[in-house]
């Protein structure tokens, strides 16, 4: 089954670290951009990071300093590491693969998320 | 950073009524434009990309269109498995960005 699966979520004080992951299954990892997607308790969608097939990383100005993402194909993980928390990033963060869209265009800032997880949720608060 | 506003935030409409939700970019983004639907408790679904094609196994009363900074999904005859919210996005450039959101409702 085309799957992702996060886990990692839970409760850490601001200031706090926390690293997330995202299991892949059912598809070639290795050959799609894998981003993170948080979303805020009854608000909107905000993109969090992407990774490109050889490695290459995105970030929004909210996170970027903060956050990193990483893969490993060997294992069809995907990860976030998280420093620095504020009660800002809490949130339910969902893994989502990229699928490029634009003919001719290739990389994470030509994609749209074709594969969702079910989301983990992260709360900061002392 | 691309805004990406829509309107409505939310409608309710009855059952085999046509919908139409819009998003708009603060800057051209050529048909760089996706649409998702998300249920409540669930992650979203990947509806249509590049502004007008449809993802596979999507119901062809869902469509797209538009160009530059103004697009449209259109539901053509509402269904209450449609009843969600739908979220744009803009994979013109990093940072990607998504809507507000338009919360359907069914009357």
């Known amino acids: 089954e085309v799957q992702l699966v996060e886990s990692g979520g839970g409760l850490v004080q601001p200031g706090g670290s926390l690293r997330l992951s995202c299991a892949a299954s059912g598809f070639t990892f290795s050959t799609y951009d894998m981003h993170w997607v948080r979303q805020v308790t009854g608000k909107g969608l905000e993109w969090v990071s992407a990774?490109?097939?050889?490695?290459?990383?995105y970030y929004p100005g909210s996170v970027k300093g903060r956050f990193t993402i990483s893969r490993e194909s060997a294992k069809n993980s995907l990860y976030l590491q998280m420093n620095r928390l504020t009660a800002g990033d809490t949130a339910l963060y969902y893994c989502a693969r990229g699928t490029t869209v634009t003919p001719g265009r290739a990389g994470p800032g030509d994609d749209a998320f074709d594969l969702w997880g079910q989301g983990t949720m992260v709360t900061v608060s002392s | 950073d691309i805004q990406m506003t829509q309107s409505p935030t939310s409608l309710s409409a009855s059952v085999g009524d046509r919908v139409t939700i819009t998003c708009r970019a603060s800057q051209s983004i050529s048909r760089d434009l996706n649409w998702y639907q998300q249920k409540p408790g669930k992650a979203p679904k990947f509806l249509i990309f590049a502004a007008s094609s449809l993802q596979s196994g999507v119901p062809s009363r869902f469509s797209g269109s538009g160009s530059g900074t103004d697009f449209t999904l259109t539901i053509s005859s509402l269904q209450p498995e449609d009843s969600a919210t739908y979220y744009c996005q803009q994979s013109y450039s990093i940072p990607l960005t998504f809507g507000g959101g338009t919360k359907v409702e069914i009357k």
């Open positions: 990774i490109g097939t050889l490695g290459d990383t």
